[in-house]
């Protein structure tokens, strides 16, 4: 039930510092660090090469995933839109783990993948938030997102629980390689979910921000470097489900390489600064947009802010910021489908879980 709240997207958003929490609860062991089932880290341990597979939002997902598990547990992944995989099939390692994201659990384009590798004998982990859903059922392993139900058709809190479970999963298989992580995983979920109850209270200013960049546009870009370049993948998806904008995400430095053409006086451009290490390269790329009349929407890192900047995120871990980053561009997507009048929970032409290829 979506009780007080004029949609489920929206209790969704807020939702997610407790989702956080619950997560935190689920996969933390007496000691405070992170618990999953051993069976699963070995077989990520065992694998020479992951294969995250899945579509949209969750695909999104699992590139954030990908960083995590190449970082912290030294195991190279590829990441697969499923729609394309059957089709245009990588030439797979000797040892292959696939990992199969999806909060339905139920996209047709996800199970086919799994059916044609398990005819191949591979072993797959299904990371839902719907416990006996086909892919679960028909995968080695699961593991559960813990977001309650998602209703609303754009996806938010699904998303940042698998960034979350991703995370744990990552740390998990890093300490059972003898890899230990600089940082205390547990600890600094705790600290995101905190950063993310604070950006939730912050809905006054994310209605200003869609008003003031997205009222009459026709289209928007968004920009990142590193992980913010998939966060602005995913706050481009948002925005165009349910705003009908036509939104897209690119790598800062591709835009020269072409799409800089399509910027003229006013072009929303929103640009992420989460990332110290690519802080001063894309903030040179949101130069090269205003010297052709964009109008740039700046959301950076605590610490890493300038004084043009529109909105400053609270400090997180840095490798944990799409779990607060995501939130804002949640929040302008919402407010800009609201301002124009959109079927918020349930855009066009779109239904919650794509059961046909
Ligand atoms: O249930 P799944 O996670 O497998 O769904 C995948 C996509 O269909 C889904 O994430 C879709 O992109 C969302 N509507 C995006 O908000």
């Not at 994310?206 to 997205?214: C, G, H, P, S």
Request: a negative charge; aromatic letters at 8%.
């Amino acid at each position: 039930e979506k009780g007080t709240y004029p949609h489920y997207m929206l209790k969704e958003i807020d939702e997610q510092p407790l989702v956080m929490r619950k997560i935190i609860q689920e996969y933390q062991n007496e000691a405070g660090s992170v618990k999953i089932n051993d069976d699963i880290a070995n077989a990520v341990n065992a694998a020479d090469r992951v294969y995250i597979i899945a579509c949209g939002t969750s695909y999104h997902a699992g590139l954030v995933g990908k960083q995590f598990i190449e970082s912290w547990a030294k195991v190279p992944v590829e990441v697969h839109v499923a729609s394309e995989f059957n089709y245009n099939m990588p030439l797979l390692s000797e040892n292959p783990l696939f990992i199969f994201i999806s909060q339905s659990g139920e996209t047709a384009d996800s199970r086919a993948v799994l059916v044609t590798i398990k005819a191949l004998g591979h072993k797959a982990l299904t990371i839902t938030n719907v416990p006996g859903s086909t892919l679960s059922r028909e995968a080695d392993y699961t593991l559960l997102l813990h977001a309650g139900p998602e209703i609303a058709v754009a996806s938010t809190k699904a998303y940042t629980a698998q960034i979350a479970v991703l995370a744990i999963l990552a740390a998990k298989t890093a300490e059972s390689k003898g890899h230990s992580l600089e940082f205390d995983l547990v600890k600094e979920l705790g600290i995101a979910a905190n950063a993310m109850e604070a950006l939730c209270d912050q809905k006054e200013e994310m209605d200003y921000i869609a008003r003031e960049y997205l009222s009459t546009t026709r289209n928007c870009f968004f920009i990142g470097r590193a992980v913010d370049y998939y966060v602005g993948l995913e706050g481009a998806l948002k925005l165009k489900e349910i705003s009908y904008i036509q939104a897209e995400g690119f790598a800062g430095g591709e835009l020269k390489h072409g799409t800089i053409a399509l910027i003229e006086n006013g072009t929303p451009i929103i640009a992420l600064a989460t990332q110290g290490h690519v802080n001063l390269s894309i903030r040179g790329n949101v130069k090269e947009v205003v010297a052709r009349g964009a109008n740039p929407c700046i959301i950076s890192l605590k610490g890493l802010e300038e004084e043009d900047d529109r909105f400053v995120l609270p400090e997180v871990h840095e490798s944990l910021t799409p779990l607060v980053s995501v939130v804002p561009l949640q929040l302008i997507a919402y407010f800009a489908a609201l301002h124009r009048g959109c079927d918020v929970d349930k855009p066009r032409n779109l239904a919650k879980s794509v059961t046909v290829e």
